[in-house]
């Protein structure tokens, strides 16, 4: 089977982590573009080749990962639009981009892949949602599940629904942390060691998902699991409910998603 060839515009954290993810499948020829030459000199030593240009990125490699902040697409686009031709894939991984921006900056009839990681990919277990755009063929999209799916599960999302999705899998990593440093920030307060706590807390969340995902039981029927009557979990769980923490995530959730829609304007 021969190798692909994929270029990365962008070899940030996110950039980075699917390159080396890539690297280490052997499945792809990997080239790339960055400004930062420091950054694209530590790659090459990894066997990465070193693009002068994102339009040399796109007359090399069919597909493209844009790897870059939402802020900085217009001028990313705006270097590479003559370059782009039909046979290219244009892979975006940043927050509100969408199909139809990329087909207005650059062709027409572009083929795009629209991507939501999240930065447990830097470990190798990354949460990844895709869109197939209009001109991709199931085929292009497979292949680009591929280079994602070295860095963790990938699922399958609608294109309408893109936005929506960031909230569940690419920003949920922080609002997990922040939840999470409230349970280790207590324990340090009555006397239990910082590290010891981290390690405790991230464990159950770790036997937490897995029991979400392997038991074949609901959440609700989980919760249920571990709520004794009349014991320490339901007094705890009376405080998220006085505090409304369900609302509280469905508000974070809708604010991130108006912030994506606001992000592709």
Request: charged share 25%; proline share 3%; glycine share 10%.
């Amino acid at each position: 089977m021969s190798k692909i060839k994929v270029g990365f515009i962008g070899t940030g954290n996110m950039g980075g982590a699917i390159i080396r993810g890539l690297l280490k499948s052997g499945n792809a020829d990997v080239c790339a573009y960055d400004p930062d030459s420091e950054k694209l000199a530590a790659l090459e030593k990894e066997g990465v080749k070193a693009a002068a240009s994102g339009g040399e990125l796109c007359r090399e490699c069919k597909y493209i990962v844009l790897a870059v902040k939402p802020q900085v697409f217009d001028a990313v686009l705006s270097d590479i639009k003559d370059f782009v031709s039909e046979e290219n894939v244009i892979i975006s991984i940043a927050a509100g981009i969408t199909e139809e921006y990329i087909r207005q900056q650059t062709i027409p009839e572009v083929r795009t892949v629209i991507v939501m990681p999240n930065t447990p990919f830097l470990l190798g277990k990354g949460a990844t949602a895709m869109a197939k755009g209009e001109y991709t063929s199931e085929e292009e999209f497979e292949t680009a599940a591929g280079i994602f799916r070295t860095g963790g599960t990938v699922e399958f999302v609608p294109m309408d629904k893109m936005k929506e999705v960031i909230a569940v899998n690419g920003s949920s990593p922080a609002f997990i942390y922040l939840y999470a440093k409230g349970f280790i920030d207590y324990a340090d307060s009555v006397g239990i060691d910082r590290e010891a706590a981290l390690r405790l807390f991230a464990q159950s969340l770790i036997g937490s998902a897995a029991m979400m995902t392997d038991s074949g039981k609901s959440i609700d029927e989980l919760i249920k699991m571990v709520s004794s009557p009349g014991g320490t979990t339901l007094a705890g769980l009376d405080a998220l409910y006085e505090g409304r923490l369900t609302e509280i995530a469905d508000d974070c959730c809708k604010r991130c998603t108006k912030r994506a829609y606001e992000l592709s304007k």
